[in-house]
């Protein structure tokens, strides 16, 4: 006999004006169980949740709570009904405590003033829940992305919710992070707590699922075990099959890339977080950048954009000197770079998809100080078809687009600029296996033609997969190569704890120099 659904979306459809995204579809969520939603970006995953959430009514159907209708009209509804949602854009203040934002919205009170003590035993009672040791009186701001996801998902489970949904939780986690989290989840449903789980990452749904919902177009495809092979997900979510899921394909130059010459070099650089940075990377090469949380990856890639300052060190490109710290001398020398926070360092939210893509070029297409609007739509139009970018209008705000259609868009911008040497942190972050094989596939039509990709990812099988050549970073600095024919993840992850362990050993040279965490001079 199948359990009782404790909640149910029944026969549900959304519409936004004549867009309808969501057409007659049916979920139960079990307790005890984890209900996986699989579907590309725009397949209707997140509006779904967000009718669970409260963010959004459906147009038509109904939403069951242990088998009785109900109206989830807002978000604070949501919550009172036992209902917590981890969404995959974080809702934390960045100028607030840990502690205050973990009880936002339910601050606690004593005589009518904020009881202090109270608001940081629940907040650490809540971090210890996913084994986060953390400062509660620290600013969210301060914190990485990875951090600030934990504390988010901690802020859910302080509400001691009867059923979770999580959003992407993993995106920004990670192998051990995410092992904890998984943890958590497992005792959860010991604890007869039911789950959504969205992820793209296909083999956790195996290691965290039980029953998967696959939707494609906004309509529901099939559902099936959480053990299903990862062949047929992938024929089921985007409707055909996928023969490589990392397509990688040598480079103009990667057959005689001893010989060639580095199309970005870099020499001695030092910056806050990095010491002594010596790579070059080749046409037709795509090196990896790989490590831990806080290696110094994003640090990089963000110096060598332009995006921050360097104290010393110099970056070339095709021969020729960067000026440090400009992100405009990068770009016109061909430098492209996709961060790896789309929201606030890659996009202008309330700017349309034709703008966003166009931004690298608007500059060199101008004519006597007018921006070519008309030439700008056409290659913005261009460059999305080609990456199928899901939308309703090249017009549109692109904050109405999905979060792998964003990205998508971020990295048509320097594909639209013919940029020569592409700086990509975490490129495939929230992105569907059928969008993810599209970007590789752009990489290697970046390197077919001579140019060259810098890469940091945290998913070492896209590491592995993807790349010539594995430059592995620790405590700042490049602490090994690894040719990918002969690395492994175990190799990877060997060289990535090195300078960790190192510090460990001898904690008064790692506290020389500056004397700031992770930082010497």
Partial sequence: ???????????????????????????????????????????????????????????????????????????????????????????????????ENITLGRTPRRFGVINRAEMRRIARDALAQIGLDLDVDTHVGELGI?????????????????????????????????????????????????????????????????RVNVLRDGGFVAQVPATTDEDELIRLMVGRSIDKQFPREPGASTGDAEAAQPLLEVKGLNADGLRGIDLSVRPGEVVALAGLMGAGRTELLRCLAGADHYASGEVRVNVRKLKPYDVAAATRAGVGHVPEDRKTQGLVLDASVAENIGYATMGATSRFGLVDRRGQRARAERIAERLRI??????????????????????????????????????????????????????????????????????????????????????????????????????IMQLAVSNVHRDEEEPHAASAGTGDEGATA
């Fill in 1 to 99: 006999m199948s359990p009782q659904p404790m909640l149910t979306l029944d026969s549900v459809s959304k519409s936004f004006g004549r867009i309808q995204v969501i057409h007659n579809v049916t979920v139960d969520v079990y307790p005890g169980e984890v209900t996986v939603l699989l579907g590309e970006n725009g397949a209707g995953k997140s509006t779904l949740i967000k009718m669970i959430a409260g963010v959004h009514q459906p147009t038509s159907g109904r939403i069951l709570l242990d088998g009785e209708p109900v109206s989830i009209t807002d978000t604070k509804t949501s919550e009172s009904l036992g209902i917590a949602t981890i969404h995959q854009e974080l809702n934390l203040v960045p100028s607030m405590t840990v502690a």
């Fill in 146 to 210: 990875a951090r600030q996801q934990l504390v988010e998902i901690a802020k859910a489970l302080s509400l001691d919710a009867r059923i979770l949904i999580l959003d992407e939780p993993t995106a920004a986690l990670t192998t051990s992070e995410i092992e904890a989290l998984f943890d958590v989840v497992r005792d959860l449903k010991a604890k007869n707590v039911g789950m959504v789980f969205i992820s793209h990452h296909l083999d956790e749904i195996a290691a965290i699922g039980d």
């Fill in 390 to 491: 899901r939308m309703d209008s090249i017009e549109q705000p692109i904050r109405s687009l999905s979060g792998g259609n964003q990205q998508k868009a971020v990295f048509g911008r320097w594909f639209s600029a013919g940029s020569k040497v592409l700086l990509l942190d975490e490129p495939t972050r929230g992105v569907d296996v059928g969008a993810k094989v599209e970007i590789y596939e752009l990489i290697n039509e970046i390197t077919a033609g001579g140019g060259c990709v810098l890469m940091a990812s945290s998913d070492l099988p896209e590491v592995l997969g993807m790349s010539d050549r594995v430059l592995v970073m620790s405590q700042g600095t490049i602490a090994g190569e690894l040719p990918t024919a002969e690395a492994t993840q175990d190799s």
